[in-house]
């Protein structure tokens, strides 16, 4: 993922450089608006406006452009279809082979034959950055409906979730719409009660959970039931404006897991903040068992890049073993490892109800090393 996040930087930073913008009829242009500014690199931001139909108009404007030294470089959104997303419905009566659907093609769909209940719980489980077909959902989904009679919306946007890191951040708020459309339909032809409805996220898919919230609650003047974000993304969600990342305010209840919390883009790919009406920070947050902390995953990126700029140490690695250094990649799995712990803990407690996680009110992982918080052995 970072290394695919540092590419688009750079990629942004040459057609900056070359003067080059693309034009659409549908965006609507107000380069020397109120909301106009400069990034930290001097290049003049203007603000857009696109209008993507039902789901409404998008602005790369504020809050969605601040503040600057976190969104440096914040491009509208792509169109619906040049996203794709889709929804793949699984029931009891379909457990292994969905139904797709999109909202493009909603009228289509036979919802009185297709085995949706309404008086089931309904579940969206929307993946990450680069993460379509994501195993993690398909694992919560089968864990799911062992557990219960449930509808279940595996959502896919893969179309639109890479490889350029802030086009992906742009594009979750039209997976965030389309989910909250999907919701309102079926609530208006389906008779769903918004308080069945429970969306879960992983990385940008907990943020894009936050906008089918926002977009849902604004049409509809009322909150959806439940959003869990498993350890929503960071970069570029540092210290914005609640409206541009997941929120408490976005349902009923939101709870929030954080596996990979980031002091700055290297150390991880999770957000600190807490953000729910609960957040969970298993193991302070950081780093989980069986991966490599964060401070060795960093370092095992910055050498294994160095030594690719060495011609010296490429000839040592070919002629001592035989072949080249394992990929960059290879290291920066090693950083998303805690990263991933978070649908896995989730799934697990979904899975096993007797698997019990224990937790403790405290301020800080310090406090609770420290014993200003008591004991997990005391806990409830």
């Not at 914040?74 to 996203?83: E, F, G, Q, V, Y």
């Not at 889709?86 to 797709?100: A, C, H, L, V």
């Not at 993304?233 to 408490?248: E, I, Q, S, W």
């Not at 950083?335 to 978070?342: D, K, V």
Request: aromatic share 12%.
């Amino acid at each position: 993922m970072m290394a695919k996040f540092t590419i688009g930087i750079l990629l942004v930073i040459l057609a900056a450089a070359a003067g080059k913008r693309v034009e659409r009829r549908d965006i609507e242009s107000n380069p020397y608006g109120p909301n106009d500014r400069y990034s930290p690199f001097g290049l003049r931001q203007p603000v857009f406006i696109v209008d993507q139909g039902e789901l409404g108009k998008f602005s790369n404007g504020y809050p969605f452009n601040s503040p600057p030294y976190e969104r440096i470089f914040n491009p509208l959104p792509s169109s619906r279809t040049d996203i794709g997303t889709e929804f793949r419905f699984f029931s009891p009566t379909n457990e292994d082979e969905p139904q797709y659907i999109s909202n493009m093609n909603f009228s289509l769909w036979n919802i009185k034959d297709s085995g949706f209940k309404r008086v089931w719980k309904t579940f969206f489980l929307i993946h990450g950055y680069n993460g379509g077909n994501a195993e993690w959902q398909v694992n919560l989904k089968n864990a799911l409906l062992k557990k219960m009679k449930c509808n279940v919306f595996v959502v896919d946007w893969s179309e639109g979730d890479g490889p350029i890191y802030e086009q992906a951040v742009a594009n979750i708020r039209i997976v965030g719409a389309e989910v909250g459309l999907f919701i309102q339909r079926l609530v208006k032809k389906a008779d769903l009660d918004p308080l069945f409805v429970h969306i879960i996220g992983h990385s940008l898919g907990a943020h894009a959970s936050g906008y089918a919230g926002k977009w849902f609650r604004r049409k509809e003047k009322t909150l959806v039931s439940r959003i869990s974000g498993l350890d929503p993304a960071g970069p570029y969600f540092n210290g914005v404006h609640k409206d541009v990342r997941l929120d408490k305010g976005d349902a009923d209840f939101v709870d929030v897991i954080h596996t990979n919390l980031a002091g700055n883009r290297l150390s991880g790919y999770g957000l600190e903040e807490a953000i729910g009406h609960v957040d969970f920070y298993p193991n302070g947050g950081e780093d989980q068992p069986g991966c490599k902390s964060a401070s060795e995953a960093t370092a095992g990126i910055v050498l294994e890049a160095a030594s690719y700029l060495n011609v010296w140490s490429l000839a040592y690695k070919y002629y001592s073993r035989g072949t080249l250094a394992p990929p960059v990649e290879e290291k920066i799995n090693d950083l998303s490892c805690s990263h991933g712990r978070s649908y896995e803990y989730y799934t697990a407690s979904v899975e096993d109800p007797d698997c019990k996680f224990l937790s403790l009110p405290c301020n800080s992982w310090e406090g609770y090393i420290e014993g200003a918080c008591g004991s997990c052995n005391s806990s409830k």
